[in-house]
């Protein structure tokens, strides 16, 4: 039976919601009423057959890319969809990074892709081994999939083994797939899409998770013209044309992006420094740091039972607070905590997970 659903999603739509919700992985909602627009200036109707070239030009200009490189998608997840139906046939070999954001590996499934895995250690900071991803590819892998920063953990990946993964894939014909939608995140020297490292490397972004505009829906593709352009055509089958006011909004949002990513940086900064608090006095849990980023995953450690799903449903109905359960990520014993929200229900809510540590089973 073809793989029809996604787990995560149903749980993240059902489940995840309290009223100290750590359970997100994007930045809380900018205000409609602070982006500098003038609502006279929208239209419902617009020319947007295969995508609206300013919408377009916005993206291709953020990327320092060609406009022909830019497909428009309903957010990264259906940009993760489109880029990955492009590309698989039935049966083909996909090579997805171990842990991983589920739907990406459901999308594989449902494509009735054979998918293989290659790790990303914990002991080693969650890294990526380039050495191991290519002990793990074969002349069948077509596509090869990682997230960057990686979903759960936000640990990045330099160019330098990006380029080797991107080494392999070419080695053998087959297409990298790099989730950017975190990227931007990374608040210094921000690095360059690795859409620039080859013509393999397809990309997927959008303005959903680092921007708090989620509900624009505005995502995209990176892929060279060819392979792009039929992704294009392929969305015809999805979803014909954009809802052309969210593309207007979209224009205005990248105008003023400066402002959208100073006001994130500010809260996620806020809610680093107390997640940074919270785990310098916990021993109950251990975790790679990292710098940027919107999301964290820690480890129970063995004296707090490492069953996170058990100690998750505890939290959330003793003490009204959520995250999200690591069996999402194939990581039982972890749970990922999300930053970017407001910064004192983000406090208690570690206040809330300190105590229920302090507490047991
Ligand atoms: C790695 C990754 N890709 C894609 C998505 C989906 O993003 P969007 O809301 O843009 O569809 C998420 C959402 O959590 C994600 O973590």
């Known amino acids: 039976m073809r793989h029809k659903h996604s787990d995560y999603m149903h749980w993240s739509k059902t489940q995840s919601r309290a009223r100290f919700n750590l359970a997100t992985s994007g930045v809380a909602p900018f205000p409609f009423r602070e982006l500098p627009i003038d609502v006279k200036e929208l239209e419902i109707n617009g020319d947007n057959s295969y995508g609206y070239p300013p919408l377009q030009r916005a993206i291709a200009a953020h990327h320092g890319v060609g406009r022909e490189c830019v497909v428009e998608a309903a957010g990264t997840s259906m940009a993760n969809h489109l880029a990955m139906a492009a590309i698989i046939e039935p049966g083909d070999e996909v090579l997805i990074e171990h842990p991983t954001y589920g739907p990406i590996l459901d999308i594989a499934h449902y494509l009735e892709a054979n998918v293989k895995r290659f790790r990303r250690p914990e002991e080693n900071g969650w890294t990526i081994d380039a050495a191991e991803v290519r002990r793990c590819a074969t002349p069948k892998t077509r596509l090869i999939v990682i997230t960057n920063l990686h979903n759960p953990t936000s640990v990045l990946t330099p160019d330098s083994v990006l380029r080797e993964v991107g080494d392999t894939a070419r080695s053998i014909g087959a297409f990298m797939l790099v989730d950017e939608v975190y990227l931007d995140a990374v608040y210094e020297n921000t690095p360059r899409t690795s859409f620039h490292l080859g013509p393999q490397f397809v990309v997927t972004s959008s303005l959903t998770k680092v921007y708090g505009v989620s509900g624009l829906r505005c995502g995209w593709i990176l892929a060279q013209p060819d392979l792009a352009w039929k992704i294009r055509r392929l969305n015809d089958l999805y979803s014909a044309t954009p809802v052309h006011l969210g593309e207007l909004l979209s224009v205005a949002a990248f105008r003023h992006l400066d402002l959208l990513r100073e006001r994130a940086r500010r809260i996620v900064e806020a809610d680093r420094k107390s997640l940074r608090e919270f785990l310098a006095q916990q021993s109950a849990v251990s975790v790679v740091e990292t710098n940027w980023g919107t999301t964290s995953f820690p480890r129970l450690s063995c004296d707090s039972g490492r069953n996170a799903d058990a100690f998750l449903e505890r939290l959330r109905s003793e003490f009204d607070t959520s995250a999200v359960p690591g069996r999402f990520f194939e990581m039982s014993d972890h749970f990922r905590i999300g930053m ?22």
Do not use: Q, Y
């Not at 910064?343 to 089973?361: K, Q």
């Open 340 to 361: 970017g929200v407001n910064t004192e229900m983000f406090a208690e809510g570690l206040n809330r997970i300190t105590r229920a540590l302090g507490r047991g089973d």
